[in-house]
């Protein structure tokens, strides 16, 4: 039962003072509660008023409670992505007939002779079928009579000179940069090893190996040549086990055979899942490439362009391709 | 010289001059005063009862008891000792009598405050 006008809290006070003071019908001061459940009361002359100073800790509590809590969120939306089981996605793979343009010849006795414009075999092109191993379809790119490099920018998807463009290096979310040691042109444009996986070329050829610290990197630094890592996934036949667990479409760099080969997986699957199938295609090495539906192109021997994936609205800048060309 | 203090129930009368209470702490429907000679009184008063006579006894200008929280009365002039952050607070005369005791955080600030006002006035 209150008897009292106002009940008091336990981090409040209040001065107990004569009822007498107060002669026109008020609440007597002595009773009047003093707001002090506050950490920085300010008092006014007769020392019964208080303002509540500003509540700066709470405010720092809650400002660094909300941090930690959007830290959690993000992360566990990060997990939550790469746990999931995803929508069902399948490599997609769009076929655009080429235009036959050929010249025609007007020889001497008014015969006209067409000939195709390119000898496409000559100029190399890109062999590719589908294979199934162990219940899982793959479908291998070969690349003939072209030589690989890397390029970074998106705008390589509109150049007409390369035959054949891949996703190769991964990009950081946090800041859009290329993940590991990159070299361009003989430049180290990035730096960090955050995968054993890497592909050197050099001279335009292409060397896949799985090692933390190799020779290559310097060596494609002197020649001006190419330099990237990745996942590894194959190394001299045995499969590398990853610790990314989720399941995706699945892409490699990968040597069968003494060929550089890509292959594609059609449908979801693990790193390791994939590193088995690889073995048993008869790789001896292999390094992962951007997987899930990132983009690319390949030109065939009839100058079919088969385009795979899924152009990405925004990508990064640092968007990064092995091409052969 | 100060007014005394009178509390009485049905059964029982208490009159003590206000300067020689320490404290008064609230346990349910009972309340207890501690006094200066290291007596303690036992009353069948809430301490919202004693609040309210204690303001209907004391002088005007008389502004010596505080009411701390939910379940204590003190006596000011005896405040020695405040730490908010430890929740402690003594009361003491620095010769006789010496009593710890506990309140919140909030609470303890806001005295420690009002005594550092009151001095600097």
Not at chain 1, 147 to 162: A, Q, Y
Not at chain 1, 165 to 184: C, E, H, L, S, T
Request: glycine share 6%; hydrophobic share 40%.
């Amino acid at each position: 039962m209150n008897i009292l006008p106002n009940d008091i809290r336990d981090d409040e006070i209040r001065i107990i003072s004569s009822e007498k003071k107060d002669n026109k019908g008020r609440q007597p001061e002595t009773y009047k509660k003093i707001p002090v459940a506050k950490k920085f009361p300010r008092f006014s002359h007769n020392n019964e008023d208080f303002t509540p100073k500003p509540k700066w800790k709470l405010w720092l509590v809650i400002s660094v409670i909300l941090f930690i809590g959007a830290l959690c969120v993000f992360f566990w939306w990060e997990i939550r992505r790469d746990t999931l089981p995803e929508e069902k996605e399948h490599l997609q793979i769009k076929i655009s007939k080429a235009e036959r343009k050929n010249v025609i010849i007007e020889t001497a006795d008014n015969l006209k002779i067409p000939v195709p414009t390119q000898n496409l075999e000559e100029k190399g092109f890109v062999e590719y079928f589908d294979t199934v191993i162990n219940k899982e379809k793959f479908t291998i790119f070969k690349p003939q009579n072209l030589t690989p490099e890397l390029r970074v920018g998106v705008e390589t998807l509109r150049d007409s000179i390369p035959k054949f463009v891949v996703q190769a290096a991964d990009i950081r979310k946090d800041n859009g940069g290329i993940v590991g040691a990159y070299i361009y042109k003989g430049n180290l444009v990035s730096k960090g090893q955050a995968k054993a996986g890497f592909c050197a070329i050099i001279n335009g050829k292409p060397i896949i190996g799985v090692a933390e610290t190799t020779p290559y990197l310097e060596e494609a630094i002197e020649n001006d040549g190419f330099f990237f890592r990745q996942y590894p996934l194959v190394m001299e036949g045995q499969p590398v086990n990853n610790k990314l667990k989720s399941s995706s479409l699945r892409k490699t760099l990968a040597e069968i055979n003494g060929e550089i080969v890509v292959i594609m997986s059609h449908d979801r699957m693990t790193l390791n899942d994939f590193s088995q199938h690889l073995v048993d295609l008869g790789a001896k090495n292999a390094i992962y490439l951007v997987g899930s539906s990132s983009f690319g192109f390949a030109i065939d021997k009839e100058g079919n362009k088969i385009e795979f994936g899924k152009e990405k609205e925004n990508p990064s800048i640092n968007t990064n391709y092995i091409i052969w060309q | 010289m100060s007014k005394n203090l009178l509390f009485a129930t049905t059964t029982e009368l208490i009159r003590v001059p206000s300067e020689s209470v320490v404290f008064i702490s609230a346990d349910g429907n009972y309340s207890s005063i501690k006094m200066v000679d290291g007596g303690e009184y036992v009353l069948t008063l809430q301490l919202g009862q004693i609040e309210k006579r204690i303001s209907e006894m004391v002088e005007d200008d008389d502004n010596r008891f505080v009411r701390i929280g939910k379940s204590l009365i003190v006596n000011r002039d005896y405040i020695t000792f405040i730490n908010p952050t430890r929740q402690k607070m003594i009361l003491s005369d620095c010769r006789a009598f010496r009593h710890e005791l506990s309140a919140s955080r909030d609470a303890l600030k806001a005295l420690k405050d009002l005594i550092e006002k009151e001095v600097s006035l």
